[in-house]
């Protein structure tokens, strides 16, 4: 281990533009190509992508669209939920998982998370389901699967929709299985920090039932299937071609930056293991994930330096920036929080997992580029700031 670091030290939460430099000349062979071909909505290149990355996710259709957020929302509304009904999911994710469910006119109903791993508690879920209850969507955060096997069990008992929120977790495994395989939809971001990112956004919905890729089709794009003829409301969602052009290349290597940020996360571990006061991630026997993100968690023990009334994993993240290292709270506040739920009556001290997570997580850096040099002078770092 590095034992002591520059002033000079700078290592960014991820690195975007060296994965570009990288790559520039097959990016800009392929872009230049789209340019000049003058068909920059649809066409070849989107449906080839959708044919690879169904094939890569091993299902047999693939709708891409604009962002992950639009992927939630086609999936929704192609599996017939709206007013009335209850989605289940996690209080610990980005909005949009809630958002989406909002915006269909359903009532999000919460369950706490497993500390270790993250992820929604899926021991918790058969309780919250009611007469109401429509979907559940399982958030495979950080990139770590959720157990697929026992909460489909409980979705095929009481015949729910399972929809995957994959956006994190792009190559992540199930018991073997691909998630946004597993489950009845799976939905996929292509937002640039993503495992596969687009240079710009992007989105895709996957699964095995041909009638719903139809129905997300055509929602996707106006709610027609032939031109200038309307059989439902949709959205203007459509993935251009020069995303799908650059995410086409950017999937030949998906599944080796997807092993290079799983040799990081080892080496976190090993580094991390012996370090007072930091609780590292786990993964479940059974998953294989994809680290979108390395999180661990600070708890306060009330026995550190920092400024009183401050929060103590700020106040950590704040000595890293110092040192220039990056890090990031994903995610600050749970969504049963959020000052647009007050309508649904949730009180703090609900999900208390959720709740005591969302002061205590700090995600370091962690992209395939990262040097075992530069990993080290993180760590190194992290210790000073601890000490």
């Not at 996690?90 to 915006?103: Q, R, V």
């Not at 949709?234 to 290079?260: C, F, H, M, P």
């Not at 940020?261 to 998953?287: D, K, T």
Request: hydrophobic share 40%; charged share 15%.
């Amino acid at each position: 281990m590095v034992q002591s670091v520059t002033q000079s030290t700078r290592v960014p939460i991820l690195n975007l533009a060296q994965q570009y430099t990288d790559l520039a000349t097959e990016i800009n062979d392929v872009v230049f190509k789209v340019l000049a071909s003058g068909g920059y909505v649809g066409g070849a290149n989107v449906a080839n992508f959708e044919q690879e990355f169904a094939t890569y996710t091993n299902v047999s259709e693939c709708v891409a669209c604009n962002s992950g957020t639009d992927a939630l929302l086609l999936a929704l509304r192609a599996l017939g939920v709206g007013a009335g009904d209850e989605v289940i999911t996690t209080p610990f994710s980005f909005f949009a998982t809630t958002e989406t469910i909002s915006a269909v006119g359903a009532k999000p109903i919460f369950v706490d998370i497993d500390a270790p791993t993250f992820n929604l508690d899926v021991t918790q879920v058969e309780s919250a389901i009611t007469a109401k209850t429509k979907a559940i969507i399982p958030v495979h955060l950080y990139g770590q699967p959720v157990d697929m096997t026992a909460l489909m069990a409980i979705a095929q008992t009481h015949k729910l929709a399972v929809i995957e929120d994959c956006a994190q977790a792009t190559g992540a495994l199930w018991a073997g299985q691909k998630v946004g395989s597993i489950g009845h939809v799976g939905c996929f971001s292509f937002y640039p920090t993503k495992n596969l990112g687009a240079c710009g956004d992007g989105g895709a919905v996957t699964t095995n039932d041909p009638e719903i890729a139809a129905k997300m089709r055509m929602l996707r794009n106006h709610g027609e299937k032939n031109r200038y003829y309307h059989e439902d409301i949709g959205l203007n969602s459509r993935l251009d071609a020069i995303q799908a052009a650059i995410l086409r290349v950017k999937l030949r290597y998906l599944d080796t930056w997807n092993e290079q940020r799983r040799a990081i996360a080892s080496r976190y571990q090993e580094y991390l293991a012996p370090v007072p006061g930091v609780v590292l991630p786990q993964e479940l026997p059974g998953g294989e994930g994809v680290w979108n993100q390395y999180t661990i968690r600070l708890p306060d023990v009330g026995t550190h330096s920092c400024a009183s009334n401050s929060n103590y994993r700020d106040e950590i993240r704040q000595r890293l920036q110092e040192k220039g290292v990056g890090s990031m709270v994903y995610y600050p506040l749970p969504l049963h929080l959020q000052p647009v739920y007050q309508n649904l009556d949730y009180q703090q001290g609900q999900f208390p997992i959720s709740e005591q997570t969302c002061h205590e997580v700090l995600s370091l850096p962690i992209f395939p580029e990262l040097s075992p040099e530069a990993q080290e002078q993180v760590v190194y770092c992290l210790k000073d700031c601890l000490t």
